[in-house]
């Protein structure tokens, strides 16, 4: 294998472009703030429906009267 000069530059500048911002110096970019979706509270609706029909379909076991 021969030592190739120019890959070795590239590597070293790509790793001074990756890494650079891990300095202390480095700007801090501020996160954006998190938007509200306005599918949530259509997906609550949904749920709440299905979970409605889920019980219709199949209710839960009821307690059998005791005779005697």
């Not at 650079?20 to 949904?46: E, I, L, M, Y």
């Not at 709440?48 to 009267?65: D, I, K």
């Amino acid at each position: 294998m021969t030592f190739d000069p120019i890959a070795a530059d590239l590597a070293v500048r790509a790793a001074r472009a990756t890494a650079g911002s891990a300095r202390p110096d480095a700007p801090v970019v501020p996160d954006r703030p998190t938007r509200t979706r306005p599918t949530v509270a259509a997906r609550s609706r949904v749920a709440a429906r299905l979970h409605g029909l889920a019980h219709w379909v199949e209710p839960t076991p009821r307690r059998t009267v005791q005779h005697g």
